[in-house]
């Protein structure tokens, strides 16, 4: 009895679910990630900073217009080292995606929240202007570069003690061998 019920039901439900038949053209749409290259952060040091771009639609975006102004604006927590927060795209065909990086310099150290940059497009020919944001890279910590800078040294003073013990190992080995 079900599957009978399931098979009379089904083409009522199809007929509600399935768009109506009309012939808009295919619209493009942006899908936008923020995200951070880097694997560590640190105060006053090169973070690399990448955005990818995504049309997810069946159109073409028009006059794609990026703009980030948490690294675009003079009160920023950021110097602008390499790239531009602000770039245009005359356009983007429906599937196609595009990236773009930039290298900023974060100017204090501490836990930070990025925010989203800002996309503007249009959705095809003679559509309207669309808003959108980009996804925020997760909650990132900076490093003081002090205290990052003297853990790398004291690395490299392990280091530099693990070398003069191989070292002066090795000479007494060869002194031991002249003699
Ligand atoms: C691009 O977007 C920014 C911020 O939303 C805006 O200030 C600027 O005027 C836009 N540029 C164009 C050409 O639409
Ligand atoms: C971006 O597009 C190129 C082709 O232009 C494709 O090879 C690549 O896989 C795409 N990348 C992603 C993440 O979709
Ligand atoms: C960052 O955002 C998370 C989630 O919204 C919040 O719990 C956290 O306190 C924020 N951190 C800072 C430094 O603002």
């Known amino acids: 009895m079900f599957p009978i019920l399931a098979f009379l039901l089904l083409p009522s439900i199809l007929a509600k679910t ?13 899908l936008v990630s923020k ?10 040091a090169d973070v690399v900073v990448k955005y990818s771009l995504y049309n997810v639609g069946a159109g073409v ?25 602000r770039f245009k795209l005359p356009a983007m065909i429906g599937g196609s995606n595009f990236s773009h990086t930039i290298v900023v310099r974060p ?22 202007f669309q808003i959108a944001e980009s996804s925020i890279p997760a909650e990132v910590e900076v ?15 392990e280091w530099c003690g693990f070398s003069a013990v191989t070292f002066s190992f090795l ?6 061998w002249l003699q």
Not at 18 to 29: A, F, I, N
Not at 35 to 44: A, E, F, R
Not at 107 to 128: D, H, M, P, Q, V
Request: glycine share 6%; no cysteine; hydrophobic share 35%.
């Open 143 to 157: 490093k003081f570069a002090t205290d990052h800078f003297r853990r790398l040294s004291s690395h490299f003073g």
């Open 171 to 176: 000479l007494v080995s060869k002194y031991n």
């Open 35 to 44: 995200s951070i290259l880097n694997k560590v952060v640190v105060q006053n």
């Open 107 to 128: 100017r204090k150290a501490g836990n930070l929240n990025f925010t989203a940059a800002r996309i503007s497009y249009r959705t095809g020919e003679k559509s309207e």
């Open 61 to 85: 975006a028009l006059d794609v217009n990026l703009s980030d102004l948490e690294f675009s604006t003079e009160s920023s927590d950021f110097t602008l080292v390499a790239g531009d927060p």
């Open 18 to 30: 399935s768009p109506p038949v009309d012939h808009l053209p295919p619209k493009g749409h942006l």
